[in-house]
């Protein structure tokens, strides 16, 4: 394999390192992976949700103009990816391509994979559950060789066991959250229930317009107070809304590391328990039902040595490499086969593969999809730092 294979990492949002420098924070997935490749960033700058898409086709942008700078370039989501794919696609472009998904389902994303072609251009489609891998199977065509399910797992070296008192539960997150529905489940019990909802990378969360109850409180905390807050917790509960993608999995990673049991909606995204086995690192119970939720909540809260049990079996796990250093080995082992493969089609010097402007035929849609580490380069204005999805 050849040592020379040039990678970039292409970010829609900040990448973000002197909070980890600093030890207030975990390790970022993408900085570790930058670090294992040798690979340099390219970084879209905006985390405000409303200039999220904006960020990701800047960033993108940038990436295809250096794109003859790099061999392979590994993009961190659908509103980089997304983009460059159709870009690399139009212009005829040979690049590896390593793209994360999170939700392909949405119409506006399957347009440019179904009837553009960009996912000929995608050489690995990295997805993080059985739900969205069945879609990009079923509906997008991609060859099973090309899609794999990588989960994004936390930082166990950061998020671990403090051994604090505990006292109450906690939630957390933003991303397709149904914290009404968690308010109703514990109006009423003699348990206090913290959730820190605040996510600068969304604004799809909903949470009650109406007075919260004594025994809930909402706060905005940062790494080391989200972190003291899961292990003073009895246990962690994500309530989400019904949809078909992973929401809330960074949370429940974050919570499994620290040896907390979760307690998940089993939204069609958990319905194949890709995270939390039920019974086992946790209990499942149906979205938008206060009343199972409250039970499931009673269960633990009465039964401490179950929620213990859960707990250890989720640290466990974590251990056993459901963890960011088996990630980043997992994601680098990806990238350098991609590289190796697209090594192996590299034309003879003095031969034109790209001669830089796109053919007609290009443009026309097609019916049938595909059967810094040291440095970056940023893009736009900083803004602040996200916690936990």
């Known amino acids: 394999m050849s040592t020379d294979t040039r990678y970039a990492i292409l970010l829609s949002g900040p990448g973000r390192r002197e909070d980890v420098a600093e030890g207030q924070g975990p390790r970022h997935d993408w900085s570790s992976l930058a670090d294992a490749l040798g690979a340099r960033r390219i970084e879209g700058r905006s985390a405000w949700p409303r200039l999220a898409t904006l960020s990701g086709l800047m960033a993108a942008w940038a990436a295809f103009q250096q794109r003859s700078e790099y061999d392979v370039i590994i993009s961190d989501a659908e509103r980089s990816g997304l983009p460059l794919a159709l ?45 969205q891998k069945e879609f990009a199977l079923e509906h997008l065509g991609f060859p099973r060789a090309k899609v794999e399910v990588v989960p994004t797992a936390a930082d166990a070296d950061f998020w671990h066991p403090l051994g604090l008192p505990q006292s109450g539960i906690c939630g957390a997150g933003l991303e397709r959250r149904d914290y ?123 039964n401490p040595t179950e929620a ?33 493969k697209r090594s192996a089609l590299t034309p003879s010097p003095g031969l034109v593969v790209n001669p830089g402007m796109p053919a007609l035929s290009l443009f026309t849609p097609t019916a049938s999809p595909v059967g810094q580490a040291a440095d970056s380069t940023s893009i736009g204005t900083s803004t602040p730092r996200s916690v936990s999805m």
Do not use: C
């Open 87 to 131: 870009m690399l696609k139009l212009t005829g472009t040979q690049r590896g391509h390593v793209m994360v998904g999170h939700w392909l389902s949405p119409m506006k994303k399957r347009v440019p994979l179904q009837w553009f072609g960009a996912a000929e251009t995608i050489d690995r489609l990295i997805l993080k559950g059985a739900t």
């Open 308 to 340: 213990r049990r859960l707990g250890a079996n989720a640290r466990r796990i974590v251990h056993d490499g459901l963890n960011l250093d088996a990630y980043v080995q997992h994601m680098a082992w990806i990238a350098r086969e991609v590289g190796t």
């Open 180 to 302: 009404p529905t968690l308010v109703e489940a514990v109006r009423g019990l003699d348990l206090r229930v913290t959730i820190a909802a605040a996510s600068p990378w969304t604004s799809r969360g909903n949470f009650p317009r109406r007075e919260l109850p004594p025994n809930v409180i909402r706060r905005r905390l940062g790494y080391l107070g989200l972190r003291e807050l899961y292990d003073r917790s009895e246990f962690v509960v994500v309530p989400l809304v019904d949809v078909d993608f992973q929401a809330g999995s960074l949370v429940i990673y974050e919570a499994m590391a620290m040896g907390k049991a979760v307690i998940v909606s089993r939204t069609r995204g958990h319905a194949h328990g890709d995270i939390v086995q039920d019974g086992e690192t946790g209990i499942l119970v149906p979205p938008a039902d206060p009343a199972a939720l409250r039970e499931a909540i009673i269960r633990l809260h009465e």
